[in-house]
C-alpha cells in the first residue's frame, strides 16, 4: 500500500490490527523486522512476530486501538493510543501507551517498541 505520509500508514496500521487482518500486517513487515515488547526478549523475523501477534490476540475476545497523536520525522514514527478491550476471560481491559515504529527504504516496518502506561509502574 501507497502512503503519502507516515500519519496516514500509522492510522491504516492500527486499523488492521484492531481488524486482525494479518495478511495485510504482515504485507507492511520487513523480512527482519524487531517486535521490543514489555518484560519479553526483543522478538526477530517477520514469522516468529507473526505468530506473538495471533497468540496475543487469541488473549482477547477484542481489542481496539485510538490513534491520538501521531509524531514523525523521515521513517520514524511515534504513535500515542488509548486501547480497550474484553479478554477471553471476561474481563475489561483498557490502557493507553506509545508504540515507537521504524520504516525501511521500502516503507516497511522493521522496528516496532511499544511502551504501555500499566507496565510502566508494575504492582
Known sequence: MDF???KEFS?????????RNYEEIEKNLSENVSLDFPYKPV?????RVM???????????YLLFDVKHVFND??????IWENHGK????????????????????????FLSDYFKNTVFPK
Not at 505468530?51 to 475476545?61: D, T
Not at 523521515?74 to 504513535?79: A, K, L, S
Open 87 to 110: 479478554t477471553v476471560l471476561g474481563e475489561m481491559y483498557s490502557n493507553r501507551g506509545l508504540t515507537y515504529i521504524r520504516l525501511n527504504d521500502e516503507n516497511k516496518v522493521e
Open 51 to 61: 505468530i506473538f501477534l495471533k497468540a496475543l490476540h487469541r488473549r482477547y475476545e
Open 74 to 79: 523521515t521513517n520514524n514514527v511515534c504513535v
Open 4 to 6: 503519502s505520509n507516515l
Open 43 to 47: 522478538i526477530q523475523g517477520r514469522e
Open 11 to 19: 492510522v491504516y496500521f492500527f486499523q488492521i490490527l484492531n481488524e
